[in-house]
Each structure stands twice: as structure tokens, then as C-alpha cells.
């Protein structure tokens, strides 16, 4: 009686081991991929305007034009209108991760570990990208990025600056060939008084 069992067993291991079908081996394709291994500025950009969008931060806005000033409060939806110039850059910068040169360097005056994203092709939009993180923490502190472009006649010089948890700027210098010159700067504050 025991040993029936037992046969049954063995008779369904050998059974199933029969009807199965050998795996067709696939080979494996590969892809080129991107190993450009960049600082997540994205992320870090869009912590930054969420933690905005989920506070009562009063903001504000300071623009100067060709040196006169104005002042006004905004509305969230205007942070992150201006905001968005950012992620446009970044998104600019990562769609042309080949075209860059990435150098790391401390600034032992600043405390700061510079990560810079150099050009190396004079048509890309964005030039230069400078992310400053704190020595110790490794938490951003600062990220500039400045950009180069041409708009119908005019040539437009951008920096924008954001200071982690504080502001940001976005700096804009417009020159046209008819000789038309602006500067304009604006500052946006949520939490630096």
C-alpha cells in the first residue's frame, strides 16, 4: 500500500516532465543607451515648486527693466509659469546629454561641491549648468543655468538662478540687430526675507 503512492508520484514528475516544452532561448537585443550619469536636476526642480504649490508662502515678484524697478505679489500659478522656465532649460540640457562636458570641483570658500555641465557644441540652447551642493550634506544649495538663443531678429542671453528653499531669478538680456537693447531682471521669493 505505501509503495502505490509513491509510484503515483514518480508517474506524475515523469508525465509532466515529458509534456514540457523546452524555452526557445531569445537573444538578447540591446539598446544603446544613454550612460550619461547627470545630477537629477529634474527632480530636484519640481520638489522645489511642489513644496511652493503645498505652502501659503506669500510670493513675490521684483522685475527691473533697464533699471526700473517694480514690485508685485503673484499667484501660485504665476510661480510656477515662471518656475517652468527652469524644467524648459533642464529638458533642453537632457534631450543634449552628449553634447556636454560634465567637471566637479570644491570650493573650499563657499563650502560647495560644483558639479558643471559645459557645452560643447555652440548651437545647444542651454551653455552652461552650474549645481552647487553643500559639502557636507550633498543637498543642493544653488543652480544656474545659463542660456543662449535667438528669437525672429533678436538675440536673447538668459541666466537663471535658483537659491534651494529661498528664490530664483531669471535675468535676461535682449539685443536685435536694429539695434534694440533690454535687460531685464526678475526675482521671484517665496520664503527669503
Known amino acids: ?30 539598446k544603446a543607451e544613454d550612460t550619461a550619469a547627470f545630477y537629477p536636476l ?8 511642489q513644496y511652493v504649490d503645498l505652502r501659503n508662502f506669500p510670493l513675490y515678484k521684483v522685475t527691473v527693466k533697464n533699471g ?33 562636458k560634465e ?10 561641491v560644483t558639479l558643471n555641465y559645459q557645452s560643447i557644441d555652440s548651437k545647444t540652447e542651454v551653455q552652461n549648468i552650474d549645481v552647487l551642493l553643500d559639502e557636507q550634506t550633498q543637498i543642493v544649495k ?16 538668459e541666466q537663471c538662478n535658483w537659491k534651494a528653499g529661498k528664490s530664483f531669478q531669471v535675468n535676461r538680456t535682449f539685443t536685435a540687430k536694429n539695434g534694440y537693447h533690454l535687460t531685464e531682471r526678475n526675482y521671484i521669493n517665496w520664503n527669503e526675507f
Not at 529634474?42 to 515648486?49: A, C, H, S, V, W
Not at 524648459?88 to 543634449?96: G, L, N, P, Q
Not at 567637471?103 to 560647495?112: E, I, K, M, Q, R
Open 42 to 49: 529634474t527632480d530636484f526642480l519640481k520638489e522645489q515648486i
Open 68 to 100: 526700473k524697478k517694480d514690485s508685485a505679489s503673484i499667484t501660485k500659478d504665476q510661480f510656477i509659469e515662471w518656475a517652468g522656465i527652469f524644467l524648459i532649460r533642464e529638458t533642453s540640457f537632457s534631450k543634449a546629454k552628449a553634447s556636454y
Open 142 to 157: 544653488r543652480v544656474f543655468i545659463r542660456s543662449g538663443y535667438t528669437r525672429g531678429d533678436t538675440t536673447i542671453a
Open 1 to 30: 500500500m505505501k509503495f502505490l503512492p509513491v509510484l503515483f508520484f514518480v508517474f506524475i514528475v515523469l508525465a509532466s516532465s515529458c509534456n514540457s516544452h523546452p524555452r526557445e532561448i531569445q537573444p538578447a537585443i540591446k
Open 103 to 112: 567637471s566637479v570641483f570644491n570650493d573650499l570658500s563657499t563650502g560647495s
